[in-house]
């Protein structure tokens, strides 16, 4: 059974950074593709970004709303992605899924408030 | 970038009555190698986001086959044959032929009368 479960979220406040992680079981995510999509509370789906399995040349793509304050990353040791988040603004707050196929993780919240 | 815009965004069904939903994109959801990669996803109240059909009209493992989808180019549609109880939920479209970013619709609120 393919699980995926991320961690890292937590409330901080404008300006910080956090470090979101997405560890799975049950597949290998060095070969697939997997995303970062996030939900604000009451609002709609929002993709974040995206890393593509190294044999498809790996490349990783950014939602314009958080390209250069975040950064996927793999660690291939752990089966798991990293999200890093710099920088992180007020409507940075949200529920944060890891995303891969048709299998989506129960989310992380991360708050973000002065 | 592609915008999806879903309608209606409230549904308010009978139970056992079909419900539809339409979602429709800005440019024409083609791809280059004839996919048309159109998703379906399901959120139940607390629940994390559900696919529930892929490119089109590919029903997901253990998905009901009440539900269905249609359409190509720049025009689909989610139908539930028979709405039951568990079915309450918001419902979103999303495209991935033109990327990035995905795009999503707003979601469209189903609720039983």
């Known amino acids: 059974e393919v699980q995926l479960v991320e961690s890292g979220g937590g409330f901080v406040k404008p300006g910080e950074s956090l470090r979101l992680s997405c560890a799975a079981s049950g597949i290998n995510l060095a070969n697939a593709w997997v995303s970062w999509i996030r939900q604000a509370p009451g609002k709609g789906l929002e993709w974040v970004g995206r890393?593509?399995?190294?044999?498809?040349?790996?490349?990783?793509e950014y939602a314009a709303s958080v390209k250069g304050r975040f950064f996927i990353s793999r660690d291939e040791s752990q089966n798991s992605l990293k999200l890093q988040m710099d920088s992180l603004k007020d409507e940075d707050t949200a529920m944060y899924y890891c995303?891969?196929?048709?299998?989506w993780g129960q989310g992380t919240l991360v708050i973000v408030s002065s | 970038d592609v915008v999806m815009t879903q309608s209606p965004l409230s549904l308010p069904v009978t139970l056992g009555q079909p419900a539809s939903i339409s979602c429709r994109s800005s440019?024409?959801?083609?791809?280059?190698?004839?996919?048309?990669?159109l998703y379906w996803f399901q959120q139940r109240p607390g629940q994390p986001p559900r696919r529930l059909i892929y490119q089109v009209s590919n029903r997901d493992s253990g998905v009901p086959d009440r539900f269905s989808g249609s359409g190509s180019g720049t025009d689909f549609t989610l139908k539930i044959s028979r709405v039951e109880a568990e079915d309450v939920g918001i419902y979103y479209c999303?495209?991935?032929?033109?990327?990035?970013?995905?795009?999503f619709g707003q979601g469209t609120k189903v609720e039983i009368k």
């Open positions: 890393s593509r399995r190294m044999s498809d040349g790996g490349a990783i």
């Open positions: 995303v891969t196929g048709s299998f």
């Open positions: 440019q024409s959801l083609v791809h280059s190698d004839g996919n048309t990669y």
């Open positions: 999303m495209q991935a032929t033109h990327w990035p970013p995905w795009a």
